[in-house]
């Protein structure tokens, strides 16, 4: 059998870009994604700098309202989406739509026309574009028209309560984070869906969706992020 020469290796090797890493579960993804060999690039679109460096790593500080379709972190096979932000702290529900559904759309729609096969989105737990909560109904017509951009793999994951370490603290989120780990016991049957889940194990889980053979879109339950952010690829996999 011939032996597979250094630029057939190479060819195997994809590229990714992340949006909304310098927040708390893309900060565990790229840390993820910068351990993964398989990428030889991974860049990242944020409005500010990131703290990490490293030689693969393209960090772009960008404007998202003035980016230009053809930017060169466009060109990649996997896009991850891990951008969002709360009414509250975007001021404005018009805002809000703006970082939650026209970025990550802009975003969706340049990587496809840049040849991106693969995209992993963050959603939320009751997401739904016929939902009365603006928040929900965002992220259910940001489900709804990412499927319409026919990506070969695109994983929709909807996390319930996120657990992790932030800069900024959130007041009901908070008290949440206090509280539901301590009720995890409480959470069965029925209740199983809304168990607070930490971001590491959300961004392992996203991760591990943009890896799988499986095409198509895949909705992913908060259930099932848990049980996919168990899997490790290797002893290595931390
Ligand atoms: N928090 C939860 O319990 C929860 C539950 C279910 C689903 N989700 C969804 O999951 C996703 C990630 O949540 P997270 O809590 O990990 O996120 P996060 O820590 O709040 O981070 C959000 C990211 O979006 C970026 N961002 C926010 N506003 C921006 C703007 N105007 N321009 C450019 N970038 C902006 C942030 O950049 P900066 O660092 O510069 O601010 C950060 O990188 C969000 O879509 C969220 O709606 C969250």
């Known amino acids: 059998m011939p032996m597979a020469t250094t630029r057939d290796m190479m060819a195997t090797k994809r590229r990714a870009l992340l949006i909304g890493a310098t927040g708390l579960t893309g900060g565990h993804l790229l840390q993820r994604l910068l351990s993964d060999r398989r990428y030889d690039a991974i860049h990242v679109l944020s409005r500010r700098p990131l ?17 230009p379709p053809e930017h060169t972190a466009f060109r990649v096979d996997d896009v ?3 951008l969002g932000t709360t009414i509250r702290q ?11 559904y026209d970025y990550p759309m802009m975003t969706a729609r340049a990587v496809r026309a840049g040849g991106a096969a693969t995209m992993v989105a963050m959603s939320a737990l009751g997401a739904d574009p016929g939902s009365g909560n603006f928040y929900l109904r965002t992220k259910g017509e940001l489900e709804r028209d990412l499927q319409h951009l026919a990506f070969r793999r695109l994983a929709l994951v909807r996390p319930s309560l996120l657990i992790g370490r932030r800069e900024t603290k959130r007041l009901l989120e908070g008290a949440g984070m206090w509280l539901l780990p301590k ?23 996203m991760h591990h969706l943009a890896w799988q053979a499986a095409v198509g879109t895949r909705v992913v339950s908060s259930a099932e992020l848990q049980l996919l952010g168990q899997i490790r690829r290797g002893p290595s996999d931390g």
């Open 51 to 67: 703290a990490v460096r490293e030689d693969r790593l393209h960090s772009h500080v960008v404007d998202f309202d003035d980016l």
């Open 80 to 82: 991850y989406c891990c």
């Open 90 to 100: 975007a001021g404005s529900r018009q805002r809000f739509r703006q970082v939650d």
């Open 183 to 205: 009720l995890a016991f409480l959470m069965q049957g029925p209740l199983r869906p809304y168990r607070a889940i930490e971001a590491g194990v959300v961004a392992r889980a």
